[in-house]
C-alpha cells in the first residue's frame, strides 16, 4: 500500500505541473500526389475533417475487483480525403493525425483531488503510457486509395499506425459513404495489442489488470474546402 501510495503522489505532483495541453488546430497532410492519381480521380474535390469527428479506444480493466470496459474518445483529429463526387468508385485518404494529449476516459467530469479515481487515468494514459509531451501526436497512414468500386461492404484498409515511437503496419475494416457533394463520412475500426506498441501500464490503486488488447475506432465527417 506504501507504494502505491507513493505512485500515486508521483502522478499527483507530475499533473500539478503541467498545464494543459495547448487547444490548437491539427494539422495533417494531404493525400500524395501519387495515391490521387492511382486512385483515378479526374474530378478532385477535397474534403477536410468538420466539427464532431472523433476517435476512441475501448479496453477492458479490472477496476476495484470488477471488470470494466474503459471508452477513451478523442476529438482531436486531423486528415483529408480526396474524391470526385461523380464517380465514388475511389477516394484518396491521407494521413490521420490524433493529438495524444486529449484522450478522455471520463466526459464530463472534472478531475477530481487526491484520492479519488476520476482524472488519474487520464493522466495516466497521457504522461506515462503515451507521452504526449514526447510524442503528441498518433498517425495512420494509409498503403494506397481505398478502392470502393462495386462495394456494398466495409473494406480493408491497410497503413502504418505509428505510437510513440512504433510503427505497425494495421488494418482498419472501414466504411467510406460520399453523403453529397460537399460531405463525406468515414467510419472504422481496428483491432490491436499494447505490447506491439510498447505501451506498459503504471501500476496505480484499484486497477488490477488491463487487457494487451484493444480496439481502435473512427468516425470521421469531411467536409468539402472547394466550396
Partial sequence: MKRIAILLTIVAAAAACTSTPEDVAVQAAPPEAAVVEAAGIEEPMTYR???????????????RGSPKTVYGVNPKVAAEVVADPS????????????????????PGEEPSPLGDEIGWRDTAINRFILDSNEYPTITFVPDGPLNLAGLDEPINVVGDLTVRDTTRKVTFVTAV??????RVEVTGYADVRRQDFGLKIPNVAHVADVSDELRLELDLIFESTDG
Avoid at 476517435?55 to 480493466?61: N, P, R
Avoid at 464517380?87 to 471520463?106: H, I, N, Q, R, Y
Avoid at 459513404?177 to 460537399?182: A, N, V
Fill in 49 to 63: 475533417i468538420a466539427p464532431g469527428s472523433k476517435v476512441w479506444f475501448v479496453i477492458d480493466e479490472m477496476f
Fill in 87 to 106: 464517380d465514388p468508385s475511389a477516394v484518396a485518404l491521407g494521413e490521420v493525425v490524433v493529438k495524444a494529449a486529449f484522450f478522455d476516459t471520463e
Fill in 177 to 182: 459513404e460520399i453523403i453529397s457533394d460537399d
